[in-house]
Nanobody, 126 residues
Framework: QVQLVESGGGLVQAGGSLRLSCAASGRTSSSYLMGWFRQAPGKEREFVGAISWSGDRIYDADSVKGRFTMSRDNAKNTVYLQMNTLKPEDTATYYC???????????????????WGQGTQVTVSS
């Protein structure tokens, strides 16, 4: 089992930046796929991006491409979501998720992930 804890959320003005962290504990492995999702009030959970634990496969949604960057630090069992040029539309609860193993069919689907963090709130003011 894996436990995930997100941190780094907060309130930021439009155009600002935040870096979210997802610390993983438990039996993680290099085969894990780490995903970021977000959910705004009244909307379904939305795929933001994903990165393989090894870091050699990275995917990001069109809505954040060029603004958000994913990275990882295997020594710390942590993945990061660097969010730049934030927009009010980015306001949401952001969730970290993990899947046992990589599959290109699974990256953007919430139901394909096995573990979830509790989420961290990101609020972007206009």
């Amino acid at each position: 089992q894996v436990q995930l804890v997100e941190s780094g959320g907060g309130l930021v003005q439009a155009g600002g930046s935040l870096r979210l962290s997802c610390a993983a504990s438990g039996r993680t492995s290099s085969s894990y796929l780490m995903g970021w999702f977000r959910q705004a009030p009244g909307k379904e959970r939305e795929f933001v991006g994903a990165i393989s634990w090894s870091g050699d496969r990275i995917y990001d949604a069109d809505s954040v491409k060029g603004r958000f960057t994913m990275s990882r630090d295997n020594a710390k069992n942590t993945v990061y979501l660097q969010m730049n040029t934030l927009k009010p539309e980015d306001t949401a609860t952001y969730y970290c998720a993990a899947r046992r193993g990589y599959s290109p069919l699974a990256i953007g689907n919430t139901y394909e992930y096995d573990y979830w963090g509790q989420g961290t709130q990101v609020t972007v003011s206009s």
